[in-house]
């Protein structure tokens, strides 16, 4: 849903789609658990990083299924425990 919002038009909204089919991307949707997880992380680390709950929502769902998180925003997800971050570059 974050990437969905960065679209600027319609045209990179169909383009992002396409490339989510092709490269076989699936969608994880929010349980109880991913959001009880994303619940404690926001407790943890609001005050110290000013982790918001959409992030909370994406790295406690990287964890929940064990997967690394690719991300232009290190800095959002630094000092999480059990989250393997990777920094992406364009």
Known sequence: ???????RSRKEL?????????LGVRTIHLDTD?????TLLVES???????????ALIAAT??????????GNYKHFKGITGLEVMPFRV
């Open 1 to 7: 849903m974050e990437l969905m919002q960065g679209m």
């Open 14 to 22: 169909i383009l992002l789609n396409r490339t989510f089919l092709e």
């Open 45 to 55: 680390h609001f005050h110290s990083q000013h982790l918001q709950m959409a992030d």
């Open 62 to 71: 990287a964890i929940q299924e064990g997967l690394p998180l690719l991300t």
């Open 34 to 38: 991913i959001s009880s997880r994303a």
